[in-house]
């Protein structure tokens, strides 16, 4: 039941991302959710976990893709181990440590989604284009995750106290 709720939390999130969250965009970037409850869930219940999610969320989004299904998961596979490595390596509660873990995060996802467009001979951003977008997406990102970590740790605890 809790994978059941979980992969409609992530569906949600995929298709939140990809019809609203554009049109709240800063600076040309637009906050990544799905990358956003991925950072969350691997700060919250480990790197495994993490990277289960990061599929299941890839998956979401390379089907909402006009490109090959697989990038979107690769990304998210990689923000998901970067912030396992991050959570055992240092302070787990502070919040600038959560949002530099996002904003890490965020980059890597950017540098193998237009490393993998490269690959594929699908278009590519020019480089200066593509840098100034992926700061302003770790800017958002890492603004964004302090909360979204706050929202799903009361998520958990309402969710524990009711059963």
Same mark, same amino acid.
């Given at each position: 039941?809790?994978?059941?709720?979980?992969? *409609?939390l992530?569906l949600g999130a995929a @298709?939140?991302?990809?019809?609203?969250?554009?049109?709240?965009?800063? #600076?040309? %970037? !637009?906050?990544?959710l799905? #990358?956003i409850a991925?950072? $969350? @869930? &691997?700060?919250?219940?480990?790197?495994?976990?993490?990277?289960?999610?990061?599929? =299941?969320?890839? @998956?979401f #989004?390379? +089907?909402? /893709?006009?490109?090959?299904?697989g990038p979107? %998961? +690769?990304?998210? #596979? &990689?923000? /998901?181990? +970067?912030?396992? !490595?991050?959570t055992?390596?240092?302070?787990?509660?502070?919040?600038?440590?959560?949002?530099? *873990?996002? *904003? =890490?995060? &965020?980059?890597?996802y950017?540098?193998v989604?237009?490393?993998?467009?490269d690959? @594929?001979?699908?278009?590519?951003p020019?480089?200066? %284009?593509?840098g100034?977008?992926?700061? $302003?997406?770790?800017?958002?990102?890492?603004?964004?995750m302090?909360? *979204?970590l706050? +929202?799903?740790?009361?998520?958990?605890?309402? /969710? %524990?106290e009711?059963?």
């Amino acid at each position: 039941m809790k994978r059941a709720i979980g992969a *409609a939390l992530m569906l949600g999130a995929a @298709l939140v991302q990809v019809t609203w969250a554009p049109r709240i965009e800063v #600076l040309g %970037a !637009f906050p990544n959710l799905v #990358l956003i409850a991925v950072v $969350a @869930l &691997t700060w919250t219940r480990g790197v495994r976990a993490g990277m289960a999610w990061a599929c =299941v969320g890839g @998956l979401f #989004l390379d +089907l909402t /893709a006009a490109g090959p299904v697989g990038p979107h %998961a +690769l990304g998210l #596979l &990689t923000g /998901a181990y +970067l912030t396992g !490595f991050w959570t055992r390596n240092l302070d787990r509660q502070s919040a600038v440590q959560i949002a530099l *873990a996002a *904003a =890490v995060s &965020t980059a890597a996802y950017s540098l193998v989604l237009v490393g993998s467009d490269d690959t @594929l001979g699908l278009p590519v951003p020019p480089l200066a %284009a593509a840098g100034e977008l992926t700061l $302003a997406a770790c800017a958002y990102n890492a603004v964004l995750m302090p909360p *979204a970590l706050a +929202l799903l740790r009361k998520a958990r605890l309402t /969710a %524990a106290e009711a059963v």
